[in-house]
C-alpha cells in the first residue's frame, strides 16, 4: 500500500519535532502552523541521544533545529546527513538560526536542512513556510512521482 507524503494536500496531521528551541520559538512555531489550518503534533527534545532515535525511527514530517545546538551536538547533524534519501524526501528540516539570513539557500545546503529561517522572522513563519513547503514540492515532485509510479513506497 502507498504512503503519502507528508506534505501531501489530502493530509492535514503532521508531527513536528522541536530540537532545542526556546519557548518563544516554540510558540511562534504554533501559531503559524495554526495560521496554516495544520492539524499537528508537537514533540520537543533536548537530549542527543532521544533526538537521533527520533530522527531515525520516528514518523515525523517536519523538523525546526536550533542551530546553536546543532554545532554543538555534530552526532545529530550526521544523523540528519545519512537518513535514508526515501524518508529524507518526505520530510523538512527547518533551522532556526541568529546569524544568517532567512530562506538563504547556500547556509541550508550547508547544513544539509531544507531552509534556514532567522529568529527575527519567525513572527511570519507561515508565509515562510508555506514557500518552503511549495519551493519542497517543486523540488522533488520527480522523485515522488517516479515513486508513486514504479509504487515502491
Same mark, same amino acid.
Not at 532515535?53 to 525546526?64: I, K, R, T, W
Given at each position: 500500500?502507498?504512503?503519502?507524503? +507528508? ?8 508531527? @513536528?519535532?522541536?530540537?532545542?528551541? +526556546? ?8 501559531? $503559524? ?5 495544520? #492539524? ?5 527534545? %533536548?537530549?542527543?541521544?532521544? =533526538?537521533?532515535?527520533?530522527? !531515525? #525511527?520516528?514518523?515525523?514530517? !517536519?523538523? /525546526?533545529?536550533? $542551530? ?6 555534530? &552526532? @545529530?547533524? %550526521?544523523?540528519? /546527513?545519512?537518513?535514508?534519501? &526515501? %524518508?529524507?524526501?518526505?520530510?523538512? /528540516? =527547518? ?7 532567512? *530562506?538563504? #539557500? /547556500?547556509? $541550508?545546503?550547508? &547544513?544539509? @536542512?531544507?531552509? @534556514?529561517?532567522?529568529? &527575527? ?7 515562510? *513556510? ?8 517543486? *523540488?522533488?515532485?520527480?522523485?515522488q512521482k517516479m515513486i508513486k509510479e514504479l509504487e515502491i513506497i
Amino acid at each position: 500500500m502507498r504512503q503519502v507524503n +507528508s506534505f501531501d494536500e489530502n493530509i492535514r496531521q503532521i508531527n @513536528v519535532l522541536l530540537v532545542a528551541l +526556546s519557548s518563544h520559538e516554540i510558540e511562534n512555531i504554533k501559531t $503559524a502552523l495554526k495560521e496554516l489550518g495544520w #492539524n499537528f503534533r508537537l514533540i520537543s527534545a %533536548k537530549e542527543e541521544n532521544t =533526538i537521533i532515535q527520533q530522527l !531515525l #525511527n520516528g514518523e515525523y514530517g !517536519l523538523f /525546526f533545529i536550533n $542551530a546553536e545546538y546543532l554545532k554543538k551536538h555534530p &552526532k @545529530v547533524e %550526521k544523523t540528519i /546527513f545519512y537518513l535514508p534519501m &526515501k %524518508k529524507r524526501r518526505e520530510q523538512l /528540516f =527547518i533551522l532556526i538560526d541568529e546569524d544568517v539570513k532567512t *530562506l538563504d #539557500n /547556500f547556509s $541550508a545546503f550547508k &547544513k544539509n @536542512v531544507n531552509a @534556514v529561517v532567522n529568529t &527575527k522572522d519567525l513572527p511570519y513563519l507561515s508565509q515562510l *513556510l508555506s514557500q518552503i513547503v511549495n519551493s519542497n514540492r517543486t *523540488l522533488y515532485r520527480g522523485f515522488q512521482k517516479m515513486i508513486k509510479e514504479l509504487e515502491i513506497i
